[in-house]
């Protein structure tokens, strides 16, 4: 139902923007070409052209006869004007109109019929039809006439191309266009007068361009639409008196041609399918006005957010960080930890020790909830001092807490996932707001611990920019609506209060808090209390944990939904803190694609940097709110440059996780909990004692893998593609090999300043230099995606590759604006104006950066920096799909760009898009060969295979070349991106394959020093030798200096002048210290001092008598049988063994696939808040029943017919039989006594809840169970 509903809108999307596209200013047709195709007849002759008949005829109109014609409309605000005049004149008029706008305004479209006035066809979306291909020809011209049967019920047989003239004017593309458009039966017509109101140049200026000269008739163009045409009515009711007192008589063409009847009836089927055009249409119109009012309303949201954040959370913060603040009396109670473990054995440990190093009075009590990978034997065999582990059969994370709180023997009690690690104070922290009698739990601040790879990251922005966030205005309200469970504490009171944590939502967390707050204790944020958790690292982990955290969370809402409507504390809950949950975590995610969906609609169909102007202002509104939050929670800034990358990539995966919840919560789909898979991020803080009795890291216990990528899981993101090995016939000896990529890169160079300095399109087949280049980047992306995460070594090329085109605009854009930025054509009018939402392209040129007419030899070559950075930010896109099928990545963009050559260059006309299409099409192949020359691929092709195939490529490329010429010098593959594609993959295939010893470069003379140079300066020269080249000829006449050899060393030297003068911004922009000439061996500048933020902290282990860290399972593995193929053999997070999965155990044992409602509350006399969905009261001495549990064969360990087992260390001896049924917690033992609490004054007394009404439902969304079926709960697996 998500392909579908996203397909919907895309669709509604699509035929949205065609109908609203921009109507192309007539000043921007394309410059004319040959007319040698041009029969003299055509050029010399009138302005109706008939080529339904051979030969093409065309015709004038008769002397002082006058056809008034408009294009570009029907316009709800000036065609009725414009009728209003012809009607006031009695004279008709041809509307030539554009399908679109028909669409969009059909009623127009039928005033202009009933006015008497004619209609023609103007093309769908007004492109300039001699520049598409054939069959986009054909469609707007038929969609044209399709639109106006559904609005009229009548045909045309007139057209009038965009963009086009005089018939004098009319070239061959043009006149293939008229030919094309007779054989649809439609006849062509042109312009004898244009009155050039689209320049609106006054009204007298109209008039007297619009009147035919010397008594002849003619066509006069005007303007119904596309602007302001005030001027165009005003002119009108003075032209028409004027040429009427002149004796001109007004017609339409068709009367006027004797072309016959205009306005026949369109045939019935051409009708219905108009009709259904203009309906799909009219829906798209409607839906899409509804997210442009939604989008303000996500804008809204989002300045709303901002501001609360800066009134409410920085106050917050700033009443933390008083020195006089303080949470009250020193909070001494012993605490107890409660660890619900499922299948931890990676992090358990790391856990439980960092829990002992607090320096708290504290016990730790471990539920093992069924574990199947040895957690509780590795607990027990450990023997760790204030540790009982407490086994159970699996029954879900709620049950396991409980039974934890059961057996705690203090009041307070901490929960913590068993996949978190604590800071030596954290328990302290923790507890301290406790000191305040009415404080019933307290909230931890949960840091990632694994955020040096991509995925773990975005959640540590999403952590830090929201959850914590969140929760600070939500203590400031009195309305915390999630304490995490990865780390959180709570009086035994309040949780008996409410009933313990209940099974009836998948977020037990978030329920358990609402339950607590609706019933009046106090629930408080202490940013201090920090925890680390281990985040998933894949983007399946990450979906399956956030949609059972939205549905868990819609779960939670739907089951307090009453606190909207009560009084108290529990309204306060509800109108607060449901409020704050159901806005900014359901409503705004919801509607924030929107964000996305408009930009990309903007991009496509409207202005891109209008587009990309107003996504960045909310962008930087994004990152306004980053800083905050990272300096409210003492974070260091550095991680914030990637929020561009959450925004484009994380932020979409968490929108249709949101929608697939929200499906699933309408339709009652049944949703199971998912357990992650641990790869032991926390356990890499656990430190291992050396020989000598001291301890050292837990990076070290193992010996360093010769690999330090393994391979990526099937779900691994892109961005965190392993990369393979360097072959070691691969590996540079003596740097001979990367020496062979520095020449073919300055011989690249060399070739691409020779090309624009003497033309020459034979250039670019002797050597493909652009090709060359693109594989060169791509080689060296895969080289540095081995030592660092995607997302830095992505940042790092950004570094290297902005700044000096920074440099280079702050100096040309302005000499370019001071010496005039528009020329003219030859009729005086402005040629190429000035947007100026488009420089912002010169900061990120994700599309050609503008340039004036005066300097567009200074930007013409920009296109391959533009195209250099979006391979760099797909890279490891193409790197996944390379990985997994190298032969058909490689073959996409040349069947691409193949397709695209055969159906008339399609990509290309797709506006300031079309030329990013072409060119990624064209030259990806080659930035993937460099992925096969990285990695060793290219090497396991014969050479004489090699040799072959480049041979194939680069003659297929020629054969299309010169069957297809284009270009200035007839056949330039830089003007046939299909030739250019073949041969340049072909050259490369061969240039990276040879791959030779070039140490001979370093014994000529200056030769090596020149090649490091123009590496090290690739980007200055590329950047400013065009701006050499136009400059030689001018510095060329001072000195007499004329011919083409002597302009070329002028370049040259002016070139050398350039890298002196601004070669330094490489230096500056890659880190290296500042030199003129660089020698390859730059040295790094010294590094800034960075901001330290939180570290998870190094976990001692205990030395004395000679224990060892038990985390080392295969130290357990030595000691016990049981453990062979039961866990993985622990490591560095990347580095682990996988583990050999145990076989399923049987529905007694393990996860059963159903299992009936079981009430897992304390015991013994507890209230239980209203819409828990359990018993009211559970009767002294009573207890709940048993759940089915235990491996098949014999008991649940911890358990025979009585109460659950605690150890402190070893084991419960098995037992054999049937598995038993285990039996519920015991009574609560006695708490450890603790300071009486103050009696509650009356206005302190928390009022009883209020019984839930027996119809309310707990859980459904929908028609169904009030249980959604095939849930299970697994225990350690929460953290928010």
């Known amino acids: ?242 040429l009427q007192a002149q004796g001109y008589r007004f017609t339409t063409v068709s009367d006027a041609a004797g072309l016959g009847p205009h306005g026949q009836p369109a045939p019935p089927r051409d009708r219905m399918v108009g009709q259904a055009l203009l309906a799909t249409v009219g829906v798209a119109q409607g839906l899409v006005t509804l997210m442009q009012i939604a989008l303000i309303g996500v804008g809204g949201l989002v300045i709303l957010r901002l501001i609360v954040m800066v009134v409410v959370a920085r106050r917050h913060a700033r009443r933390r960080q008083d020195p006089a603040f303080s949470w009250g009396r020193p909070v001494t109670e012993p605490v107890s930890v409660v660890v619900p473990a499922y299948n931890e054995a990676e992090n358990i440990e790391a856990t439980v020790r960092s829990i002992l190093a607090n320096d708290h009075p504290l016990e730790v009590v471990v539920v093992d909830d069924g574990s199947t990978d040895g957690t509780a034997d590795l607990l027990e065999d450990l023997a760790l001092p204030r540790v009982r582990v407490v086994r159970q059969a699996n029954a879900g994370k709620s049950a396991a807490l409980n039974r934890g709180v059961a057996a705690a023997k203090n009041d307070l009690i901490v929960m913590i996932d068993g996949d978190t690690i604590f800071q030596p104070d954290t328990v302290a922290q923790l507890v301290a707001p406790f000191a305040d009698p009415d404080t019933g739990a307290v909230a931890g601040n949960v840091k990632i611990a694994n955020r040096d790879r991509l995925i773990p990251r975005m959640q540590h922005l999403e952590y830090v920019v929201g959850f914590n966030v969140d929760r600070r205005v939500q203590d400031s309200w009195g309305s915390i609506s999630t304490i995490p469970g990865a780390a959180g504490a709570f009086r035994r009171e309040a949780v008996q209060e409410v009933g313990g944590l209940s099974s009836d939502t998948l977020a037990e967390d978030t329920d358990l808090t609402i339950a607590l707050g609706r019933a009046g204790w106090r629930v408080v944020y202490n940013e201090r209390a920090l925890a680390w958790t281990e985040a998933p690292v894949s983007a399946g982990q990450l979906w399956r944990q956030r949609f059972r955290w939205s549905y868990g969370t819609m779960q939670a809402l739907w089951k307090h939904r009453r606190a909207l409507r009560e009084r108290g504390a529990s309204g306060r809950m509800g109108r607060l803190g449901l409020a704050h949950i159901g806005v900014f975590h359901v409503a705004l995610p919801l509607a924030a694609p929107l964000v996305d969906l408009l930009f990309v609609y903007g991009l496509l169909f409207g202005d891109p940097a209008v587009a990309l102007m107003l996504w960045g202002s909310m962008l930087l509104l994004q990152l306004i709110a980053g800083v905050l939050a990272f300096r409210m929670d003492g974070e260091p800034l550095a991680p914030l440059w990637a929020l561009p990358v959450q925004q484009l990539m994380y932020r979409q995966l968490m929108y249709v996780v949101l929608v697939q919840a929200v499906i699933s919560a309408l339709t009652g789909a049944g949703v199971r909990w998912q357990k992650l898979q641990r790869v032991g991020a926390v356990a890499e803080h656990l430190q291992a004692p050396k020989a000598d009795g001291r301890s050292r890291p837990a990076a070290d216990r193992l010996p360093a893998p010769a690999v330090t990528r393994g391979p990526a899981p099937d779900d691994a993101p892109s961005s965190e593609i392993p990369v393979a090995p360097v072959a070691e016939s691969e590996k540079p000896k003596g740097g001979g090999r990367e020496r062979w990529l520095d020449l073919l890169r300055a011989i690249a160079l060399l070739r691409v300043v020779t090309y624009h300095a003497f033309g020459g399109g034979w250039m670019s087949m002797v050597f493909p230099s652009m090709g060359v280049m693109f594989a060169l980047g791509g080689s060296l992306m895969v080289q540095s995606l081995r030592r660092g995460e995607a997302l830095d070594v992505i940042g790092h090329r950004l570094r290297r590759l902005l700044p000096p085109l920074w440099f280079f605009g702050l100096l040309a854009v302005p000499v370019m604006l001071w010496h005039g930025w528009a020329g003219q054509d030859a009729d005086g009018t402005v040629a190429s104006p000035l947007v100026w939402s488009d420089l912002l392209y010169w900061l990120f040129p994700l599309v050609d950066p503008p340039g004036s007419d005066w300097g567009a030899d200074a930007v013409v070559g920009l296109w391959y920096i533009r195209a250099y950075l979006w391979f760099v930010l797909l890279t490891p896109v ?180 350039a890298v002196l003068a601004f070669g330094w911004v490489e230096d500056l922009a890659a880190g290296r210290s500042l030199s003129l000439l660089p020698d390859g061996r730059g040295k790094a500048r010294p590094a800034k001092r960075v901001v330290e933020g939180p570290k998870p902290p190094v976990i001692p282990t205990d030395v004395e008598n000679g224990e060892t860290s038990a985390l080392s399972q295969g130290s357990l593995r030595a000691r016990f049988a049981r453990f062979t193929g039961q866990a993985p053999v622990p490591g560095p997070a990347r580095d682990r063994v996988a583990a050999v999965v145990p076989p399923r155990p049987t529905p007694t044992g393990g996860v059963p696939r159903s299992r009936p409602p079981m009430p897992t509350s304390p015991p013994a006399g507890v209230p239980v808040a209203p819409g828990t969905g359990r018993y009211s009261r559970v009767p002294a001495g009573a207890a709940p029943g048993g759940r089915p549990g235990g491996p098949a064969g014999g008991p649940a360990r911890g358990s025979a017919t009585g109460p659950a087992t605690g150890t402190w260390a070893g084991r419960p001896a098995p037992s054999s039989g049937p598995a038993p049924v285990p039996a519920p917690p015991p009574p609560l033992p006695s708490p450890t006594p603790t300071p009486p609490r103050p009696a509650r004054s009356a206005q302190q007394a928390r009022p009883p809840a209020p019984p839930r009404p027996p119809d309310e439902p707990v859980l459904s969304f929908a028609e169904g169970p009030s249980r959604p079926t095939g849930r299970h709960h697994r225990a350690g697996d929460d953290r928010r």
């Open 1 to 242: 139902m998500t392909v579908v509903l996203a397909v919907m809108v895309l669709t509604v999307l699509t035929v949205s923007g065609l109908v609203n596209s921009g109507i192309g200013n007539d000043a921007h047709a394309r410059p004319p070409e040959g007319h040698d195709g041009v029969p003299a007849a055509i050029s010399a002759g009138g302005p109706i052209i008939d080529a339904r008949t051979d030969p093409v005829r065309s015709a004038r109109l008769p002397d002082r006869t006058v056809a008034l014609t408009f294009d570009d409309g029907p316009d709800p605000t000036w065609t009725p004007e414009v009728l209003e005049v012809l009607a006031r004149h009695r004279v008709p008029g041809t509307f030539f109109v554009v399908g679109s706008m028909v669409a969009r305004h059909p009623d127009m479209a039928q005033r202009v019929v009933a006015a008497g006035s004619e209609i023609g066809v103007h093309t769908f979306t007004h492109p300039d039809l001699a520049g598409v291909s054939q069959w986009r020809r054909d469609r707007e011209i038929a969609d044209t006439e399709l639109a106006i049967a559904g609005a009229t019920g009548i045909s045309t047989h007139l057209v009038r191309p965009p963009f086009s003239s005089t018939s004098d004017a009319l070239d061959d593309p043009g006149y293939g266009t008229v030919v094309a458009a007779g054989r649809a039966g439609y006849v062509t017509v042109l312009t004898d007068v244009d009155g050039e109101d689209w320049q609106r140049p006054g009204v007298d200026a109209i008039v007297r361009n619009a009147t035919p000269q010397n008594g002849a008739g003619a066509t006069v163009l005007l303007h119904d639409a596309g602007g302001d045409r005030a001027q165009t009515v005003a002119a009108l009711d003075k032209l028409i008196p004027q």
């Open 878 to 1057: 193409m790197l996944w799909a390379f990985r997994r099928r190298p032969a058909v990545a490689l073959a996409v963009p040349l069947v691409v760009v193949g397709l695209d050559a055969f159906l008339g260059s399609p990509l290309g006309e797709w506006g300031a898009i079309g030329p990013v299409l072409v060119d990624g099409a064209t030259f990806a192949a080659c930035w993937m060969l460099g992925f096969a020359h990285r990695d060793g691929t290219l090497r396991r092709i014969p050479v004489l295979a090699a040799w072959g195939a480049a041979a194939v490529l680069v003659a297929g490329g020629l054969y299309w070349a010169f069957s297809h010429p284009a270009g200035d010098d007839g056949v330039d593959l830089n003007d046939i991106p299909f030739a250019q594609a073949l041969v340049s993959f072909g050259a490369v295939l061969l240039v990276l394959r040879l791959n030779p010893q070039v140490a001979w470069l370093e014994r000529v003379p200056l030769l090596g020093r020149l090649v490091t140079v123009v590496n090290a300066r690739a980007i200055t020269i590329y950047l400013w030798h065009n701006v050499a080249i136009a400059f030689a000829p001018s510095i060329g006449d001072m000195f007499g200096w004329d011919s083409e050899g002597q302009h070329f060393l002028i370049a040259v030297w002016l070139i050398i002048v």
